[in-house]
């Protein structure tokens, strides 16, 4: 037994006690004196206070963060899980197979796909797969703004880490446009600032590195 029900079951004691005491001087209410009566209604409160808090709100709680949080369903789809495994392992194309089940299950869900081009470029080496495998799905249908900006964005990455600085701008720029008012168009600004940056910063290192070599 830990020490947190211990500390539980000696507050719950307390409070039969308490209540017990209560009813108790409650049997002759009429003839008890005014400070039996104003004790009795404290040790009431505090006896109620700490049942509510000790067993009533944990309870109340965990009801609210079931109805809250879970829909009834597994958080995680079998086939998800069966894709994290197969990366696990090693097994990447494998992985790939299980995400191509999950985008044909639920279209309109970009994840599997960011997921295929992500293993496309890390685990593969192939960014130039990876890019047209975002490209191609983002132009194959009408996505919500949320999908598209997420796909979009998932291109612009997978651009800066290729030092292709000019198509990654080109992209933020249609984001900040498509979706004008928006978080993704606010987002998209910034991250051009930023490719900007980055895009000096590589500039500067090349020269200097030219004029060490001259």
């Given at each position: 037994?830990?020490?947190?029900?211990?500390?539980?079951?000696?507050?719950?004691?307390?409070?039969?006690?308490?209540?017990?005491?209560?009813?108790?001087?409650?049997?002759?209410?009429?003839?008890?004196?005014?400070?039996?009566?104003?004790?009795?209604?404290?040790?009431?409160?505090?006896?109620?206070?700490?049942?509510?808090?000790?067993?009533?709100?944990?309870?109340?709680?965990?009801?609210?963060?079931?109805?809250?949080?879970?829909?009834?369903?597994?958080?995680?789809?079998?086939?998800?899980?069966?894709?994290?495994?197969?990366m696990a392992s090693g097994d990447y194309l494998g992985a790939i197979e299980e995400y191509e089940v999950m985008m044909k299950d639920n279209p309109d869900d970009p994840f599997p796909i960011s997921e295929i081009a992500k293993i496309h470029d890390e685990k593969l080496e192939d960014p130039t797969t990876a890019l047209a495998l975002l490209h191609e799905h983002l132009e194959s249908k009408e996505w919500s703004e949320e999908n598209a900006s997420f796909l979009m964005f998932r291109m612009v990455d997978l651009l800066l880490n290729d030092h292709q600085f000019d198509a990654a701008k080109d992209i933020l720029q249609q984001v900040a446009s498509n979706f004008p008012g928006t978080r993704h168009s606010a987002n998209a600004k910034h991250r051009i600032n930023e490719v900007e940056v980055a895009q000096f910063k590589e500039a500067q290192a090349s020269r200097a590195q030219s004029d060490d070599l001259a």
């Open positions: 037994m830990n020490t947190r029900t211990i500390i539980r079951l000696c507050l719950m004691a307390l409070v039969v006690i308490t209540l017990f005491w209560v009813w108790h001087r409650w049997q002759d209410w009429n003839n008890e004196k005014e400070v039996y009566k104003l004790l009795s209604i404290l040790f009431l409160a505090v006896g109620g206070g700490i049942l509510f808090v000790t067993v009533i709100l944990p309870k109340f709680g965990d009801a609210v963060g079931t109805v809250m949080f879970s829909s009834g369903e597994e958080l995680a789809s079998p086939k998800g899980m069966k894709a994290a495994a197969k």
